[in-house]
């Protein structure tokens, strides 16, 4: 993969990230409001009709977006487990209603249901946690595919080198590439003095070092 390949790919899956989210934002508000029109015969005001809401889906898009950001939700990690991305997600999701709860509040606009804006937080942490879910299976089975692979560097002697980047490619699920390594031999990529400059010039993504 190219330097500029390696760039692309972590805005691609930012992007990606982001937009999943955004989906699951307003998939999330569609489903609390039309689970708050089911039990109208629970609550004694009625329902506002649903494009009255506009202003609030544009302002909880933003907010959301905003404390996902502010939680690093949008850093591409591949090791990050499924629970701790799900807990991330649900501090993000708590932080937004607070806002949202509070902006309700203040600005005495009756005719946004705090009923919807507590019921598109639940929806929010299931469907964004399963969205992201579906992601990183799909970028999964593109790492066996051997496509977006990391860029790894070696530093050692050859012949530890050419041990470790025989067992790092034979277990194809970590997607790791070995681009060289870094040592006295004449085979290496340059010496270990080197290292920064060499890992800056083939954009390495981690180095491992050799016992």
């Known amino acids: 993969m190219s330097p500029a390949g390696v760039t692309n790919c972590g805005a691609f899956k930012a992007a990606a990230l ?11 508000f569609f489903a609390a409001y039309l689970l708050r029109d ?12 649903v494009s009255w809401y506009q202003s609030l889906i544009i302002f909880y898009n933003l907010v959301f977006f905003l404390t996902f950001l502010a939680g690093g939700l949008y850093r591409v990690r591949r090791e990050t487990p499924p629970a701790e991305e799900s807990l991330r997600v649900a501090r993000a999701v708590v932080l937004g209603l607070v806002i949202l ?18 019921e598109q937080g639940v929806f929010i942490l299931f469907i964004a946690s399963l969205f992201r879910r579906i992601l990183r299976q799909m970028h999964r089975e593109l790492v066996r595919a051997r496509f977006d692979l990391r860029r790894v560097l070696l530093v050692g002697s050859k012949g530890e080198a050419a041990e470790l980047a025989g067992r790092l490619e034979g277990a194809q699920e970590l997607g790791i590439e070995v681009v060289g390594f870094v040592g006295e031999d004449g085979a290496a990529l340059g010496r270990v003095e080197e290292l920064s400059e060499i890992a800056e010039r083939f954009k390495i993504q981690e180095v491992i070092i050799c016992e």
């Open 38 to 49: 089911l039990i109208q015969p629970f609550f004694i005001n009625s329902l506002y009709p």
């Open 101 to 118: 709860m509070a902006a309700t509040y203040l600005s005495r606009v009756r005719i946004y249901s705090r009923a919807v804006v507590l």
């Open 18 to 28: 982001v937009i999943a989210d955004l989906a699951a934002f307003n998939l999330s």
